[in-house]
């Protein structure tokens, strides 16, 4: 069965510096996707990372696939207030051309 | 752009209450999802469906039944709604192996 965690669950950090969203999966999956859910809001879509090495790139924000380890990251460059959000990753099962498993979600908040 | 649309923001029923929650989407996509989220528990599938009148449980369908007559309309149908039924409801559609696009989700709250 696939299971999808995410770490940290919770950061708080300061504006203009850097940090690291990581999200783990339990098996073979050959995409991933990550979303972002703003206080109160449905969820938008950012990135579908869809091989091994696949990064893309939005802005402050950077996501990398390593199908091998079967983990992504998703990478926040010299944050600035506005990216404070819930950010979910989600991975489909390989039998499924339908579902996707998702990450718990975690929740950044940047302080001026 | 996709639009997916459902039919309250927020929604206050008393316990017993059957409720529906209706989702539309306008971009003929084959597949719909009915989902719960919870603090600290991400998303959690009540049911999707892959065609008309075609339905596959979730991982929490209990209490929940579905029900889609048409392409681009999903429903959502809580038979007798619980307190423990309190939570935020989002609606998705997607075409087979892409993005799941998210309606702006009902707040519903069981007195």
């Known amino acids: 069965e696939l299971k999808v965690e995410q770490n940290p669950l919770f950061l708080s950090m300061q504006e203009g510096k850097n940090y690291t969203i990581y999200c783990n999966y339990s098996t073979t999956s050959d995409r991933l996707y990550w979303y972002r859910q703003d206080p109160g809001k449905s969820l938008e879509s950012l990135f579908v990372l869809l091989s091994n090495g696949a990064v893309k790139q939005e802005g402050r924000l950077m996501a990398s696939l390593d199908t091998k380890a079967r983990l992504s990251t998703l990478h926040i460059t010299a944050a600035v207030h506005d990216l404070s959000a819930t950010y979910f990753c989600?991975?489909?099962?390989?039998?499924?051309?339908?579902?996707?498993?998702w990450g718990a979600g975690t929740k950044l908040i940047i302080k001026p | 752009d996709v639009k997916v649309t459902q039919s309250s923001r927020y929604l206050v029923k008393r316990t017993g209450e059957k409720v529906f929650l209706e989702c539309v989407q306008d971009m003929d996509h084959e597949n719909m999802f009915w989902y719960r989220q919870d603090p600290g528990l991400g998303l959690r599938l009540i049911y999707f469906?892959?065609?008309?009148?075609?339905?596959e449980k979730g991982d929490i369908p209990e209490g929940y039944s579905v029900s889609r007559e048409k392409k681009e309309r999903f429903s959502l149908i809580l038979e007798s709604a619980s307190t423990n039924q309190t939570s935020m409801y989002l609606c998705?559609?997607?075409?087979?192996?892409?993005?799941?696009?998210f309606g702006p989700g009902t707040r519903l709250t069981v007195l």
């Open positions: 469906s892959y065609d008309v009148k075609m339905k």
């Open positions: 998705a559609s997607s075409l087979s192996g892409i993005w799941q696009y």
């Open positions: 989600a991975v489909p099962p390989m039998d499924s051309n339908y579902q996707l498993i």
